[in-house]
């Protein structure tokens, strides 16, 4: 019970930090709105289909989420209360206080590239409203639970910015491929138990990555 309130207390913590500066919400949002203009004005007059639409939705949230999300760690670093943290807060409460974090942050991100790509593109209707949902609630678990260990890795290194990318790639890209599949899926209309098998490979990775990342995090946070 003292876990769950101090875990509870730290997303709070990062919640109320977060709004305060607001350093990782207008990364995201500037990030947002620069990635689909420009995609908008590549397309001009085209209209693109499903499969593509579904493909640049999850591009630009990828990249969207590498501008923020390893600010939950990093962050940590800069104002040198990582140490701090470390002593008044056990490996499993700053682990699961960050990802519920980063959950709810990706979350908001999701639901703002929605928002802006049913405003600019005529052809992002989504026909198949639960399959949509499903994807987008286990993809932004799946990328959080990601996104969470390797900013813990980064954190102490110089090169943040550039190698943040570079290692949730090539982890995250069987995540993107599946909710990619699925989101087509949702705008082709197509009935909820067509997206089954890209649930269970979602779920898979998000319950393999979740526990790999808690079992791996204490060594991660303290060498």
Do not use: C
Not at 34 to 39: C, D, P, R
Not at 108 to 131: D, H, K, N, R
Not at 181 to 187: D, E, P
């Amino acid at each position: 019970m003292s876990e769950l309130l101090s875990t509870y207390a730290l997303v709070l913590k990062d919640f109320r930090s977060e709004l305060r500066t607001r350093y990782a919400i207008n990364a995201l949002t500037m990030f947002v709105v620069t990635a689909v203009a420009v995609i908008m004005f590549a397309l001009r007059e085209e209209t693109p289909g499903n499969d593509v639409l579904a493909g640049m939705f999850w591009v630009v949230v990828f990249f969207t989420g590498m501008s923020g999300l390893s600010r939950s760690f990093v962050s940590e670093e800069e104002r040198g209360t990582s140490l701090t943290l470390q002593l008044v807060a056990s490996s499993t409460v700053v682990y699961f206080g960050k990802l519920l974090f980063n959950v709810g942050l990706t979350l908001a991100m999701v639901l703002a590239v929605t928002i802006l790509y049913m405003i600019v593109f005529s052809g992002f209707v989504i026909q198949t409203f639960s399959i949509f949902v499903v994807t987008v609630v286990l993809g932004s678990t799946g990328l959080a639970s990601a996104a969470t260990i390797i900013a813990a890795i980064i954190a102490k290194a110089n090169t943040r910015g550039t190698l943040y990318p570079v290692l949730s790639f090539p982890i995250l890209i069987v995540l993107l491929m599946t909710v990619m599949s699925a989101t087509a899926k949702a705008l082709d209309g197509m009935e909820l138990a067509a997206a089954y098998g890209d649930f269970v490979v979602l779920v898979s990775y998000s319950l393999v990555m979740t526990a790999g990342s808690w079992i791996l995090f204490d060594y991660v946070w303290k060498d």
